[in-house]
């Protein structure tokens, strides 16, 4: 493998095209072409060879990286899991009539965890930076979540699906404030003033319940609203 012409894009600050005597091109950093001493000209054992594609595959994922979290903030396994995610593929229209079985499983699962390798280093590089932090953003979905009247345990299910390491949830429910208050003005909103009966109160509980409230925190606004009521 033959370097065939080496230069800056002129499309991306910061990017160099590597152009290969099999006609292919690699995207890398300024920084690989510095640590991989590329030159045009220059020939690649297979070991450079593959450092080279591995370089390409990083930089094409950073650049990925930026712009997932220049959309939105979030967590490293979101990151990861959006960098490494599979890509569609097209549904055939009649795949009963292909006759091969596919790809060979231990090759792409071999792949995958390739991928996985790069986009943790990927993700190790941007919190470096600090364009990435599970903590900052777990306090962010907690602030986010309890603005919108939600109770502890709709936000800890938030934190989880979002994959917010569990070590991190109780500082970031720090950022709560006291429940007492909000829980009576949901409860409040959801009777729109109709008398406290049995059937209402089982309605407001429920609702209370799905907003991630626990019995207590319910149970005390229901006996504030009684007792208002009277």
């Known amino acids: 493998m ?58 094409r994922l950073m650049e990925r990286a930026v712009g997932l979290l220049a959309q939105r903030p979030m967590s490293r396994k979101e990151l990861l899991d959006r960098l490494c995610a599979p890509p569609r593929q097209r549904r055939e229209k009649y795949p009963y009539d292909k006759l091969d079985d596919g790809p060979d499983p231990a090759l792409l699962q071999a792949q995958r965890e390739a991928l996985r390798e790069r986009g943790s280093e990927v993700a190790d590089q941007l919190a ?30 938030e934190l989880y699906r979002r994959g917010v390491p569990r070590e991190l ?45 626990g019995w207590e925190e319910i149970s005390s606004a229901l006996d504030r609203i009684r007792e208002e009521w009277e």
């Not at 099999?22 to 640590?35: L, T, W």
């Open 169 to 213: 949830w109780e500082e970031a429910m720090e950022e709560r404030e006291p429940d007492g208050d909000q829980v009576l003005e949901l409860a409040r909103r959801k009777l729109r003033d109709a008398p406290p009966t049995r059937e209402n109160l089982k309605k407001v509980s429920d609702y209370l319940a799905r907003r991630g409230y």
């Open 128 to 157: 470096g930076l600090g364009l990435l932090n599970d903590g900052e953003y777990a306090r962010m979905v907690v602030r986010h979540y309890a603005a919108k009247g939600c109770g502890p345990r709709k936000i800890r299910d």
């Open 2 to 59: 033959r370097i065939e012409k080496l230069e800056p894009s002129q499309h991306k600050q910061g990017r160099w095209l590597v152009w290969l005597n099999d006609a292919s091109i690699v995207r890398v950093g300024e920084g690989d072409v510095v640590s991989l001493g590329l030159y045009t000209g220059k020939e690649l054992s297979d070991a450079e060879g593959e450092a080279l594609c591995a370089a390409g595959e990083r930089s």
